[in-house]
């Protein structure tokens, strides 16, 4: 007998489509549509101030969208309030880091937990210093150490979307690699929306890209393929591409 079957369709864990936010009478995302495949990481490219972040927060629910539909494997949140959405399984790692200054890096942990199994063991394993510092107050953190606390804030619990912004953004080399390892071990439990200027992270994490232009995205597709061309990575990013 001859199996009819149908392959199984790659799962979209998130779909955008024709999202649209003004910020004051600033019309900053202009109908961007995308899709993030299930599992791996897809990361969110473009030069300054062409509405990555804003990207990262209108999904979260952190700024209004005046038209538009977000879905999350299939069903529609666009007009979830951010608590419902972080509820949903979206994990946010902001751009900015966003600890408790004044609070131990255990006691910003405790407050990330959601649910009755937070993954403490992963977070140790993948940040062993955060253990060892659980009792120094965040805000005398290097900044390589908050962005270790932000992101483990994120993976303590078992999200199913995880939105990254500019994690190694102004980190020495060696905690770019750190956090570079931490985010590909967490891509092998969730989905990562990542923004990220250091091509050399992109090549090593990124399976898809999409590039963003004057609120607009203009471009979609696999992220080795847009690295393999220096000349189109300049003209989208006005950078050279590959790794350095």
Not at 42 to 58: E, I, P, S
Request: a negative charge; hydrophobic letters at 40%.
């Amino acid at each position: 007998m001859t199996d009819t079957t149908p392959a199984t369709a790659e799962r979209t864990a998130l779909s955008v489509r024709d999202l649209h936010v003004y910020l004051g009478e600033s019309h900053i995302l202009q109908g961007i549509s995308f899709d993030v495949p299930a599992d791996g990481v897809t990361a969110v490219l473009g030069r300054n101030g062409v509405g990555k972040t804003t990207t990262m927060r209108a999904l979260m629910g952190l700024v209004p969208r005046s038209r538009g539909t977000i879905e999350l494997d299939g069903e529609d949140v666009t007009r979830l309030p951010t608590h419902a959405v972080v509820r949903r399984g979206v994990g946010y790692v902001p751009e900015d880091r966003d600890v408790f200054a004044g609070l131990t890096v255990e006691e910003n942990l405790r407050l990330a937990e959601r649910g009755g199994d937070p993954r403490y063991d992963l977070v140790h394993e993948l940040f062993p210093e955060l253990r060892q510092r659980a009792a120094q107050r965040a805000g005398t953190l290097s900044g390589g150490q908050q962005q270790m606390v932000a992101i483990a804030r994120a993976l303590l619990n078992r999200n199913e979307l995880l939105l990254v912004d500019e994690p190694t953004k102004g980190l020495a080399p060696l905690l770019v690699t750190e956090v570079a390892q931490a985010l590909e071990r967490a891509a092998e439990l969730t989905t990562i929306v990542l923004v990220e200027q250091n091509l050399s992270v992109v090549q090593r994490l990124a399976r898809d890209v999409v590039v963003l232009d004057g609120g607009r995205v203009v471009h979609a597709g696999p992220a080795a393929e847009l690295l393999a061309d220096p000349e189109h990575v300049r003209r989208l990013l006005g950078v050279h591409g590959g790794a350095d």
